[in-house]
């Protein structure tokens, strides 16, 4: 039993669509300052489950409290203490990087020179300070992830939602990017992270929730879920082991 408070609380969090169960019932607890990493497979619910946590989706059944409060019953003050990065989502790409950034800062109460004095801190550190006046519709994957990760970022959230966060983005920028959220946590930030990459989860963090078929099939700290072995290995003993592979002789001859 942790004494530790809790950041986030999900409590029977459900979701199809159409004939399609998505998340069926998910309960979480993540630690403030935790560093918690969402693993699962293509499909197993984690975007899902992260959307409904941010008030980006409404489930059909479950609650979140965000630090103790009903995120749908004071939808406006939880979203202030969220940064959200969804995976996929439109952003206003004919806006200018530089732009969407002090938007963000802006839809979230920062005066304009604040807005635009974080932004450039954030560009700097990110390396996107070229970029700032280029078009988001012209960027690249990796520099679209980055500038949603600032746009997450620049009203000093107390709790960061990040679906794949490193996905396309390259190594120097995601060793940066894993600083910044590190510090992040050291300073009493708390950060949820959904990947399907065992090693990236493992390295970082260390609390873990492993999803799958829309249900929580372990979580806890990393190593109440590892149990003596890898990540990897864990996560392939939960979900049921590796396919039998047969053929391919085409190909290997």
Same mark, same amino acid.
């Given at each position: ?127 996107? @300070?070229?970029?700032?006046?280029? %078009? !988001?519709?012209?960027?690249? #994957? /990796?520099? &679209?992830?980055? =500038? *949603? ?25 995601? @060793?940066?990017?894993?600083?910044? %959220? !590190?510090?992040?946590?050291? #300073? /009493?930030? &708390?950060?949820? =992270? *959904? ?25 806890? @700290? ?16 939960? =979900? ?14």
């Amino acid at each position: 039993m942790t004494d530790t408070p809790v950041a986030l609380a999900v409590r029977g969090l459900a979701k199809s669509f159409g004939p399609k169960v998505a998340v069926a019932g998910i309960d979480l607890d993540v630690p403030t300052g935790s560093f918690y990493g969402l693993v699962g497979p293509n499909g197993a619910g984690k975007t899902t489950t992260l959307s409904m946590a941010s008030g980006l989706l409404r489930p059909d059944m479950g609650e979140v409290f965000v630090q103790g409060r009903n995120l749908w019953h004071n939808l406006a003050e939880a979203k202030r203490m969220l940064g959200i990065l969804p995976d996929g989502a439109q952003l206003f790409d004919r806006l200018t990087g530089a732009q969407l950034v002090t938007y963000a800062g802006l839809l979230q109460g920062l005066e304009r020179d604040e807005a635009d004095r974080r932004r450039d801190e954030l560009f700097e550190v990110l390396g996107l @300070t070229e970029a700032a006046g280029q %078009l !988001v519709v012209d960027y690249s #994957a /990796g520099m &679209t992830k980055k =500038v *949603s990760l600032a746009c997450a970022l620049v009203h000093a959230p107390k709790i960061l939602l990040l679906d794949e966060p490193f996905e396309a983005v390259d190594p120097v920028s995601a @060793t940066v990017i894993r600083s910044i %959220l !590190v510090d992040f946590t050291h #300073a /009493g930030g &708390t950060v949820v =992270v *959904s990947s399907h990459v065992m090693d990236l989860v493992q390295r970082m963090c260390d609390h873990v929730a492993i999803i799958f078929e829309g249900q929580v099939k372990a979580a806890g @700290t990393l190593d109440q879920v590892r149990a003596g072995v890898s990540l990897e290995e864990r996560f392939v003993d939960i =979900v049921g082991g590796l396919p039998q592979r047969s053929g391919l002789g085409w190909l290997l001859s």
